[in-house]
């Protein structure tokens, strides 16, 4: 069985009605602050769920910072594993 990182969100929480547009920016502001190498590609696709759940374009674009460092942050990382070569023990 696969196991469930400790920061993972359920998408179903995502829905929950209730949650303003700030929150949904300070979420996504938190993922930004706190995804790292290891974590980018989950944390990137729950940034995406996230903008999802916003009502207005207005709204995704005051985001828009978040989600292109994180995606800036992808790459990066993508690129550094390419130079690294194969990992040992795998």
Known sequence: MKKVPSNFVPLASLRTPGRTP??????????YFKTSERTIHDDLAHAIALLQAFPTEEDRD??????????EMRSEWA????????????
């Open 22 to 31: 700030r929150q949904l920016i300070d979420e996504i502001r938190r993922i």
């Open 62 to 71: 005051k985001a828009a910072v978040y989600m292109e460092g994180l995606t």
């Open 79 to 90: 690129k550094t594993s390419k130079n690294r070569g194969p990992r040992k023990g795998r």
